[in-house]
Structures are given as structure tokens and as C-alpha cells.
């Protein structure tokens, strides 16, 4: 089965710490995204990736990094933590079909609290 | 950029009862996914439809892609069936992004 792993469930962290989301995929699949949800905005895009150690800024970048050293790995980085960005992160990876489109795989979601 | 709308925001219904759920967008796309959020926060894939119909037990989906809509319906509702449905589009062009409606809020009650 596809399988899409975030490394945390459930994290706290305070003000200025430095946190990391970590989420592997076992499917050899190219793209991988990260998305945060919240309530009233739906899914936002922070970004995404095509290939190892590319990626692109999606729609609300600001604030955050990201990390694809491996194929399987893409890692989400919060250089200096704040309130607003306490949310539900959420991982997915895709295969493009042979139309082109992303078929998304994700994971279970890191809800993150900052306080 | 395109825009999708999804309807109704809510539906409360009774176990066993049938539903239907639409997704209107406002450009042509080559990719249509029906999500289900359960209520641990996991998006499940349910279907992959950019054009046509499919069925998955008691889950059903058809895109009218000439339309701009598509349509889940779910029979036979069961309290599992419980959480948020997402609609994702994405056009052809490699530059767009996969753009997801804001959801409908289904609660069975059993």
C-alpha cells in the first residue's frame, strides 16, 4: 500500500524555536507538497518539489523552508517560530498520470501548536 | 485563477440516508480528485475523475468536465462516513497548482 509517514502527530513548541516536519513517502514518487490547513482557509500550499534537491514556493512560503536531499524525504522548516503558525500540516506526494496530472497520496498530518 | 466551490458546506443526515455533493470550477482541468477527511485530520483519495463516472462500493463520482462540475454521491450512509469532503483541481499547465475547495462538513448520525 502507499504509504505517505509524517513524523509527528502532535507537537508543541514555543515562540523562536527552531522545528522540523519530517515526511517520507515509500512509493519512488517525484513530487512531494506541503500544505497547512486552517479553519475558514482550507488547504494553502507552502510548497512543493519536483525532483531531489529542487523546489518551488507555493502560495504562502513566507516563513518557512524546505529540505529534499533524497527522493523519499521532504522536510518542512520553521526557522524561527510563531503563533500564527500554529495549524495542521499535512504532507502528500504524487505520481503524475500520463495526462500530467498529480494523483495525491497523504499523510496522517502534524498538528503543530506554537506558544 | 480558477476557482472551485463546493456544495453544500453542511448536510446532516441520518444513517442510511443518500447523498449527493457537487463541485463546480471555473476553467477546464485535467484533473479532478475527491478527498475524505476523517475526523483524525487523514485525507483519504477516493477517486481521480477528470472526466466520466466511477464507483467504489458505495461511493459513486461523475465529472461533467464540459460543465465545469462533478458530483460524489454516497449511499447508504454510514456514521464512518462522517468528516469533511474536498474537491482538488489542476490544469494542464505545469505552473498551476492543484487548487482544493473549501469542503463539505457531512455528520451521519446514527
Known amino acids: 500500500d502507499v504509504k505517505v509517514t509524517q513524523s509527528s502527530r502532535y507537537l508543541v513548541k514555543r515562540t523562536g524555536e527552531k522545528v522540523f516536519l519530517e515526511c517520507v513517502q515509500d512509493?519512488?514518487?517525484?513530487?512531494m507538497f506541503w500544505y497547512r490547513q486552517d479553519p475558514g482557509l482550507g488547504l494553502r500550499l507552502i510548497y512543493f518539489?519536483?525532483?531531489?534537491?529542487?523546489?518551488e514556493k507555493g502560495d504562502i512560503p513566507e516563513g518557512y523552508s524546505v529540505s529534499r536531499e533524497k527522493k523519499e524525504r521532504f522536510s518542512l522548516i520553521l526557522e524561527s517560530a510563531s503563533t500564527n503558525q500554529t495549524s495542521m500540516y499535512l504532507c502528500?506526494?504524487?505520481?503524475?498520470?500520463?495526462?500530467?496530472?498529480?494523483?495525491?497520496?497523504f499523510g496522517a498530518g502534524s498538528r503543530l501548536t506554537v506558544l | 485563477g480558477i476557482q472551485v466551490e463546493q456544495s453544500p458546506p453542511d448536510l446532516i443526515l441520518q444513517e442510511g440516508a443518500n447523498s449527493t455533493l457537487r463541485c463546480n470550477f471555473s476553467?477546464?482541468?485535467?484533473?479532478l480528485q475527491w478527498f475524505h477527511q476523517n475526523p483524525w485530520g487523514q485525507l483519504i483519495n477516493l477517486f481521480y475523475?477528470?472526466?466520466g463516472t466511477k464507483q467504489n462500493g458505495r461511493l459513486s463520482a461523475t465529472t461533467v468536465a464540459t460543465e465545469r462540475y462533478s458530483l460524489l454521491y454516497i449511499s447508504s450512509s454510514q456514521t464512518t462516513d462522517s468528516g469533511v469532503y474536498f474537491c482538488?483541481?489542476?490544469?494542464?499547465?505545469?505552473?498551476?497548482?492543484?487548487?482544493f475547495g473549501k469542503g463539505t462538513r457531512l455528520h451521519i448520525l446514527p
Open positions: 482538488a483541481v489542476e490544469r494542464m499547465n505545469r505552473d498551476d497548482k492543484i487548487i
Open positions: 518539489s519536483y525532483d531531489v534537491k529542487m523546489k
Open positions: 476553467d477546464s482541468v485535467n484533473n
Open positions: 475523475i477528470p472526466s
Open positions: 502528500a506526494s504524487s505520481q503524475q498520470s500520463p495526462s500530467g496530472a498529480n494523483v495525491l497520496t
Open positions: 512509493m519512488d514518487h517525484e513530487n
